[in-house]
Antibody, heavy 119, light 104 residues
């Protein structure tokens, strides 16, 4: 059972970036998926979740309208589109899964991908 | 939005100590609370779900309790591997700010 994020890197303020999270070892299409970020040395911040078929999603107020979560169950991949990037979006971004909405916690996490927003 | 407040922010303890961390929700979340352990440079690991259920493979020295707005994570006898930062999370997403357990 594995999640592997990619797509991080250096981006300029105001630009966009798409993160990916490749799932393996489990039936991806049966799990809700989440994105969480963490500024190094700071706490965890939940960003977004998406249901099993991609028809419903939720966002933290801090990223609502700028970030878009999506998934491709045929490719076993979760995405997070980051737009209108700001310096404060610089962080490590983790994907994680939950069995259902999130009543049983986030039981599998990726290793994270680092986003740096700077000119 | 539901806010989650952990206390203390930092806890100094010795191997063998009993350690308790508290998490308070700004309004009732029933029993839908999870606890995670995170070590530097690593992803968090799920310890407890639904307030008191031990995740697979988690040592029995970890336990959770509570409901409504007040929850606790207890480590019955702190081990060297337990020095880490612990986070609570309510089911709609919000994490607490974390509690760092450091060596006394």
């Amino acid at each position: 059972v594995r999640l592997e994020e990619s797509g991080g890197g250096l981006a300029q303020p105001g630009r966009s970036l798409r993160l990916s999270c490749a799932a393996s070892g489990f039936t991806f299409s049966t799990y809700w998926m989440h994105w969480v970020r963490q500024v190094p040395g700071k706490g965890l911040v939940w960003l977004s979740r998406i249901n099993t078929d991609g028809s419903a999603s939720s966002y933290a107020d801090s990223v609502k309208g700028r970030f878009t979560i999506s998934r491709d169950n045929a490719r076993n991949t979760l995405y997070l589109e980051l737009s209108s990037l700001r310096a404060e979006d610089s962080a490590v971004y983790f994907c994680a899964r939950s069995d259902g909405f999130n009543y049983n916690g986030l039981d599998v996490w990726g290793q994270g991908t680092t986003v740096t927003v700077s000119s | 939005d539901i806010q989650m407040t952990q206390s203390p922010s930092t806890l100094s303890a010795s191997v063998g100590d009993r350690v308790t961390i508290t998490c308070r929700a700004s309004r009732s979340i029933s029993g839908y609370l999870a606890w995670y352990q995170q070590k530097p440079g690593k992803a968090p690991k799920l310890l407890i779900y639904k307030a008191s259920n031990l995740h697979n493979g988690v040592p029995s020295r970890f336990s959770g309790s509570g409901s409504g707005t007040e929850f606790t994570l207890t480590i019955s006898s702190l081990q060297p591997d337990d020095f880490a930062t612990y986070y609570c999370q309510q089911y709609k997403g919000t994490f607490g700010q974390g509690t760092k357990v450091e060596i006394k």
